[in-house]
């Protein structure tokens, strides 16, 4: 639970959250956060493990460095190490999945979510999360097929059990009808989106207007209002039946589009606006000056869905689109008993979505439940044996750093650590001395041993590829350190 200053409460198992909520002031630890964000921004999972991986690295550097190995000699021995680990992954412990179907995502999004909230849920939320990014799949310029994961958005809904969380084929907003008058539903929507305001035009700042007749001040309010109109005239004579804006709609204008039947919407989020304007095909529009000076409304500008609506989710209204010419949207609605838990399931979901997205695009998997450290830690150990320079200590601490990944997730499912992480290694050697299955990992729920490919327990590659690159680098990094020195601050001294 984190709790800051002015009392806001967080509460997450998220390493990425936790680090970037933290006040860290050591400038090592700092890189160590930035490394988190990294992790996540890059490959949307495994934020924890990356930091426990370097963290882990840099304790066993600084034991080479107290027995008197020069800092050098440990850097090129952590890079050989990383090389033959990505190497090996490369070879025998990634699996190329030819026809990616549902149980394969399914079993990714599952393992993403076994240390999250939505754990005892992972049924539900895994096919959510693979029936979402199956439905975003789109081609991009270059011909290839990919699989946005920012065009699935997650709508929180306080209220109801996390249960009856469901997945919308379309966009969704926490918004509601400008109006109360103004229909709830429109099908065949013609859509305006625009960027500017819908309220009496005010002068820009700086301007005065100097009357003498006071009776004319009322015909300049009266302006304004009709300038107003006659832009909202114009969107509704070009066809559109739903407006849209991120600023603000006169109350005395809504009785235009009341009168018209138009659907208004008023205060869109900007990123919301554009997600919008992709998925209809409509242009946000700016400014209705046209180079003559004129104002007009184009209705090319307009952009199309089957049905625009207004749906009653927990104690709040929503505005659904559905039917979009591109479908390269939908969203998530969250159920959930408190605005605690509804964060946290956004933060699981987010990771999920991830992993699956990843593993879509690169086609590869490997298995989980510390499987991959503990066959990279055998394998490098006998590398490392097979060296007759110093770097043969750093690529055997680099092997012994990798098993700190299966102890802690041995540790936090209450097992025997040591007891189960050498049963591993002993059935890892055989593997590798014989050419055999090299799938064995942790089975967490039994406090055993099993094999975690036909298990089901699967990891995208990009994540473990990237974990091992990014603590790698972050050691390194601290590791080419020679001093640090604390700059004050100028102080103003006497002139």
């Given at each position: 639970m984190l709790v800051d200053d002015i009392g806001d409460v967080c509460v997450t198992n998220d390493g990425a959250t936790i680090l970037k909520s933290l006040d860290v002031e050591h400038p090592a630890a700092r890189l160590l956060v930035d490394l988190a964000q990294l992790q996540d921004k890059e490959i949307g999972d495994g934020t924890t493990s990356v930091v426990v991986l370097a963290a882990e690295l840099l304790k066993r550097a600084q034991d080479l460095v107290m027995q008197g190995l020069h800092a050098t000699s440990i850097i090129a021995?952590?890079?050989?190490?990383?090389?033959?680990?990505?190497?090996?992954?490369?070879?025998?412990?990634?699996?190329k999945v030819a026809a990616l179907d549902n149980t394969v995502l399914t079993n990714v999004a599952r393992t993403s979510m076994s240390s999250k909230v939505l754990n005892n849920n992972a049924d539900l939320f895994s096919k959510i999360v693979v029936d979402a990014i199956q439905s975003v799949k789109t081609v991009n310029d270059f011909g290839d097929v990919v699989y946005p994961r920012k065009a699935v958005s997650i709508l929180l809904q306080h209220g109801r059990s996390l249960n009856e969380s469901r997945l919308i084929q379309g966009f969704a907003m926490n918004l509601s009808r400008a109006a109360q008058g103004m229909p709830s539903s429109v099908k065949g929507a013609k859509i305006a989106l625009v960027d500017f305001d819908l309220r009496a035009v005010k002068m820009k700042l700086g301007m005065n207007i100097t009357i003498t007749d006071p009776s004319k001040a009322e015909a300049i309010r009266q302006r304004e209002l009709d300038i107003t109109k006659e832009r909202i005239q114009k969107m509704i004579a070009a066809g559109a039946n739903v407006i849209m804006t991120t600023w603000g709609i006169e109350d005395s204008m809504l009785k235009y589009m009341v009168?018209?039947?138009?659907?208004?919407?008023?205060?869109?989020?900007?990123?919301?606006?554009?997600?919008?304007?992709?998925?209809?095909?409509?242009?946000?529009?700016?400014?209705?000056?046209?180079?003559?000076?004129?104002?007009?409304?184009?209705?090319?500008?307009?952009?199309?869905?089957?049905?625009?609506?207004?749906?009653?989710i927990g104690d709040d209204d929503c505005i659904v689109i559905t039917g979009t010419s591109s479908a390269v949207c939908a969203t998530i609605v969250c159920r959930g008993a408190n605005y605690f838990m509804l964060e946290e399931m956004e933060r699981a979901l987010n990771d999920a979505l991830w992993a699956v997205a990843r593993t879509c695009d690169a086609s590869y998997v490997v298995a989980g439940g510390g499987s991959v450290e503990v066959a990279l830690s055998v394998y490098l150990d006998h590398f490392a044996h097979t060296l007759s320079s110093r770097e043969q200590l750093a690529v055997a601490e680099f092997a012994e750093a990798l098993l700190v990944i299966p102890k802690v997730l041995a540790m936090n499912a209450t097992h025997d650590a040591t007891d189960l992480v050498a049963k591993l290694r002993v059935e890892q050697t055989l593997a590798q001395d014989k050419g055999t299955n090299p799938f064995m990992g942790l089975d967490l729920e039994n406090g055993t041993l099993r094999d975690n490919l036909k298990a089901g327990v699967l990891e995208p590659k990009p994540s473990k590829v990237k974990s091992l690159q990014f603590a790698t680098e972050a050691a390194i990094t601290i590791l080419r350190i020679d001093d640090c020195i604390r700059l004050n601050e100028e102080e103003d001294g006497p002139n």
């Open positions: 021995g952590y890079k050989l190490a990383m090389r033959e680990a990505l190497k090996r992954l490369d070879d025998t412990l990634s699996v009168d018209s039947n138009v659907l208004g919407v008023r205060r869109v989020k900007k990123e919301d606006i554009r997600r919008i304007a992709k998925t209809t095909g409509a242009t946000v529009v700016h400014t209705l000056s046209d180079l003559e000076g004129e104002e007009v409304f184009d209705p090319k500008w307009l952009g199309s869905a089957e049905k625009v609506y207004e749906e009653h």
